[in-house]
Nanobody, 125 residues
Framework: VQLTESGGGLVQAGGSLRLSCLAS????????AGWFRQAPGKEREFVSR???????DYADTVKGRFSISRDNAKNLVYLQMDSLKPEDTAVYYC????????????????????WGQGTQVTVSS
């Protein structure tokens, strides 16, 4: 499956952005999906994931500020990001999970099969 992210950009601290991830195959709707991010000089880190039924999971650093959702009919996954902080600056990647449901501990990049090219999010102070 090919994944294409969009919606990144430059925003001031406290602002909002909504990222979208479009999948090329309908099988995406039966798999979990996740968002990761990678800042310069840092490892790729987990942000959020969503199961095929809509169950969600968030990293502590974004809980209460970010919201993940999906539209299975359109093969889309979204990441609504509110109250953005400069430390949220990174390239954000969408990924397709290996399973449909959210498995325990399934936050590692190795738990995901396919990846998008990423979209840059820059939050200015």
């Amino acid at each position: 499956v090919q994944l294409t992210e969009s919606g990144g950009g430059l925003v001031q601290a406290g602002g909002s952005l909504r990222l979208s991830c479009l999948a090329s195959e309908r099988t995406f709707s039966s798999r979990s999906a996740g968002w990761f991010r990678q800042a310069p000089g840092k490892e790729r880190e987990f942000v959020s994931r969503i199961g095929w039924t809509g169950a969600t999971d968030y990293a502590d650093t974004v809980k209460g500020r970010f919201s993940i959702s999906r539209d299975n009919a359109k093969n889309l996954v979204y990441l609504q990001m509110d109250s953005l902080k400069p430390e949220d600056t990174a390239v954000y990647y969408c990924a397709e999970g290996r399973w449909g449901r959210l498995v325990d501990g399934g936050r590692s990049p190795s738990d995901f099969d396919s990846w998008g090219q990423g979209t840059q999010v820059t939050v200015s102070s």
